[in-house]
């Protein structure tokens, strides 16, 4: 689920290549990913509130199996987009109930530590699974790396069926009226403008890593851009590590000393 919000990243040129459309206009496919994401994440999280969360998860992965099965066999540049938007609403419902499913799983004493782990998870496909993809797709074309994320995907739904506990949805009545009340919070609304502020900077060179790379700074495609690409991740993983330890020590920001909130930052500065 995390390596392919970036992998198109490391990929850029041979895309742009293949469909004939520029580098700019091929970065659409992580454009369209991220409002995707932006729409999928709340909206299915509250249309799924009254869903079973393993039913949930295997329906996610079934979407994004399929999506990456269109994009790998697509050439028409808009089918793609298509297909990629509908993979970002599988994915943003995906990250949304397993990060309740893990709290779950761990229970009340555990469930900041399992937390944690689903965003690591996160954080490792950034260090691993980008820069794997991006010298896979060098070497057999830039639709291999899709092929084999449809594949893990199909692979991670008898997983999940094997592993998750079923459960009947929410036993308690929760409304969607009662969701959306925790966007009046004035705190809630500051860490999403630092958020966007901070990752809308970074993703704005990270999405065009590859070009920039062999284009500007003279790198090799081979071995150069995985070789970033994983530094890259590897910065990622260690800040996301250090604010989660920091955030289970006293230093907490006043307003989040409860474990709902401390939960919330979490996920938020991990996204």
């Known amino acids: ?20 459309v520029s580098v700019a206009r091929t970065g659409l496919m992580i454009t369209v990913f991220a409002i995707g994401m932006i729409v999928g994440a709340p909206l299915m999280a509250m249309l799924t509130l009254r869903l079973p969360k393993r039913l949930t998860l295997m329906l ?6 399929a999506g990456h099965v269109i994009v790998a066999l697509g050439s028409n540049f808009t089918l793609l987009l298509a ?19 893990a709290a779950r799983a761990a229970g009340p004493t555990a469930s900041s530590r399992a937390l944690g782990l689903v965003g690591a998870g996160a954080m490792l496909a ?34 999940i069926a094997r592993t998750v506990p079923h459960d009947g949805g929410d036993q308690q009545a929760v409304s969607i009226r ?16 630092a958020c966007t502020t901070t990752t809308g900077g970074v993703l704005a060179t990270y999405s065009y890593i590859a070009p920039l790379l062999t284009g500007r700074s003279g790198i090799a495609s081979g071995l150069g851009v995985p070789l970033v690409l994983a530094g890259f991740g590897l910065g990622a993983l260690a800040g996301s590590l250090v604010f989660d330890v920091t955030t289970d020590l006293d230093g907490v920001p006043a307003g989040y000393q409860n474990m709902a909130d401390r939960k ?8």
């Open 264 to 271: 919330s930052l979490k996920v938020l500065v991990a996204s």
């Open 83 to 101: 297909a990629r938007f509908l993979t970002a609403i599988a994915t943003g419902a995906f990250w949304a109930v397993a990060n309740v499913a």
């Open 178 to 193: 009662s969701e959306l009340t925790a966007l009046a919070s004035g705190r809630l609304w500051l860490v999403l403008a």
């Open 60 to 65: 996610a992965l079934g979407v994004f199996a």
């Open 1 to 20: 689920m995390g390596t392919t919000e970036f992998v198109v990243a490391g990929l850029l040129p041979q895309i742009a290549g293949d469909l004939q």
């Open 126 to 159: 950034s260090v691993v699974g980008v820069p794997l993809g991006a010298f896979a797709g060098q070497l057999m074309g830039w639709r291999g790396p899709f092929w084999a994320l449809a594949a893990l995907a199909a692979a991670a739904i008898a997983l």
